[in-house]
């Protein structure tokens, strides 16, 4: 079935460093894909999404690009902050009637 | 502005007990999910909805019932909880397209069962 594979972490950095979590995806078809944030005692919010191969999706200084060839979707940021201390998932969707998530990956931002 | 609203946000349940949640949306979204969290699980499927009067199970069904009488609401009840079903549940919704869409979700109930 399908599913989604990505670093756990905890991954700890300081404020200004680059950031780069990983995600590879299984899937039939061409998924959507997606990454969503999570902050303490919140749900789930959409951060980013790229519907087809070769597509960035970008929002608040984080990137990310659908690599078909590659089944994957790598979370980037040039300069993290502490704001950005969170949970992030990478989510894949088949055909828009299921969502499959990765596992999470625990950020914290040091001043 | 509301989006998607799961009350309770907190409950502590004995074993053995039943309770619902439940999950409204304003959003007319056509389907809807019910997912409960726990650490290093990511979020995993329980049932989901694609429409009113209609679910499906997800990954993880058992031990759990739900019910999509109106479009904009989907309950999930446990007639009988255990110790194992402690965990952080959320509701989300979407809106079905062709081509692609994305998920909503509540804050999350946060469930313990003693």
């Known amino acids: 079935g399908d599913s989604v594979t990505q670093m756990e972490g905890p991954v700890t950095l300081s404020e200004e460093a680059c950031l780069t979590i990983?995600?590879?995806?299984?899937?039939?078809?061409?998924?959507?894909l997606f990454w969503y944030v999570q902050y303490p005692g919140e749900g789930l919010q959409l951060l980013l999404k790229?519907?087809?191969?070769?597509d960035k999706g970008s929002n608040k200084g984080f990137e990310a690009t659908y690599r078909k060839e590659t089944t994957s979707f790598h979370l980037e940021k040039g300069s993290v902050q502490v704001s950005d201390s969170a949970v992030y998932f990478c989510?894949?969707?088949?055909?828009?009637?299921?969502?499959?998530f990765g596992p999470g990956t625990r950020l914290s931002v040091l001043p | 502005n509301a989006g998607v609203t799961q009350t309770p946000k907190f409950r502590v349940l004995k074993t053995g007990q039943s309770m619902t949640l439940l999950c409204a949306q304003d959003?007319?979204?056509?389907?809807m999910y019910w997912y409960r969290q726990d650490p290093g699980m990511g979020l995993r499927l329980i049932h989901y909805?694609?429409?009113?009067?209609?679910?499906a199970k997800g990954e993880v069904p058992d031990g759990y019932n739900v019910s999509r009488l109106k479009k904009q609401n989907f309950l999930l009840g446990l007639e009988s909880a255990a110790p194992s079903q402690t965990s952080v549940y959320f509701c989300?919704?979407?809106?079905?397209?062709?081509?692609?869409?994305?998920?909503?979700f509540g804050q999350g109930t946060r469930l313990t069962v003693v």
């Open positions: 989300a919704s979407s809106l079905r397209t062709e081509y692609y869409t994305e998920a909503f």
């Open positions: 990983n995600c590879t995806y299984t899937a039939t078809g061409y998924p959507s």
């Open positions: 790229a519907t087809k191969a070769d």
């Open positions: 989510a894949l969707s088949p055909h828009g009637q299921n969502f499959v």
């Open positions: 959003m007319n979204h056509e389907y």
């Open positions: 909805s694609v429409g009113e009067g209609t679910t």
